[in-house]
């Protein structure tokens, strides 16, 4: 057998299909790799440190909550499945078994913020929020009840689970909803016009992504993975 290498398929994840059929999204070694040393630099854990593993492994959100507790030897946390469709269960049960590190998406938060201000799990550190906007309001409440920090996670499934982050209490911004920040360790993103040119600030683009967040296509789709994932005008021969 061939051995592997870092362009290898480390997993693949499937779109929700809100545009078409599910597609399954191939994400290499090296872009996991990636993603879980830009984490453990921006948000480090150690052995004292326990992870709530609440989400599905269909969703790649579930990737970091299993790969980054292995790789550091910080305890992994896994919650009945009785309680993970039950946000204000789930938290009351996080806060009891001194959970450090967790992942909820805005509305189970919004569900469970009375659980939240009654059960404060003050063992949180980091409190990770993505897959939907977050609200400010939602943001500033959550972080003065647990001063814990905040952090908003944005990526879509095409992406090597996150591509940008924002970390809450560095915010002085009073907008309606928290920015999806900037992007992970060797990945770029550009908000560029039709014509793949930056627009001017304040103008509407659409944003594109580039460097080791991006996956490496569509399995066995060659036709859409060249539609989709287009040459970068801005980066080397390839990219």
């Not at 982050?165 to 560029?192: A, D, H, K, M």
């Amino acid at each position: 057998a061939n051995a592997l290498n870092p362009d290898n398929p480390a997993y693949v994840i499937y779109t929700s299909g809100s545009t078409g059929n599910p597609k399954g999204v191939v994400v290499r070694h090296s872009s996991l790799s990636n993603h879980m040393l830009w984490m453990q630099h921006d948000h480090p854990l150690d052995k004292h440190d326990i992870v709530l593993n609440r989400t599905a492994t269909s969703f790649d959100a579930s990737v970091w909550e299993i790969w980054l507790p292995l790789i550091r030897g910080v305890t992994l946390c896994v919650p009945p499945s009785t309680l993970v469709q039950d946000s204000q269960k789930l938290w009351s049960y996080a806060a009891q078994h001194d959970v450090t590190t967790a992942q909820f998406v805005p509305s189970l938060l919004q569900g469970a913020i009375r659980v939240i201000t009654e059960n404060a799990a003050r063992s949180l550190r980091f409190l990770f929020s993505g897959g939907e906007s977050l609200s400010y309001g939602l943001a500033r409440q959550i972080h003065s009840v647990l001063h814990a920090e905040v952090i908003n996670l944005y990526g879509p499934t095409e992406c090597t689970i996150q591509i940008c982050s924002y970390s809450f209490i560095e915010s002085e911004v009073r907008t309606q909803s928290v920015p999806i920040g900037r992007p992970i360790w060797n990945t770029c993103v550009y908000v560029l016009d039709g014509g793949l040119e930056p627009v001017p600030v304040g103008v509407v683009g659409e944003l594109y992504v580039a460097g080791a967040g991006l996956a490496r296509g569509y399995l066995k789709r060659p036709g859409l993975t060249a539609e989709r994932f287009v040459a970068d005008p801005f980066g080397p021969s390839g990219s």
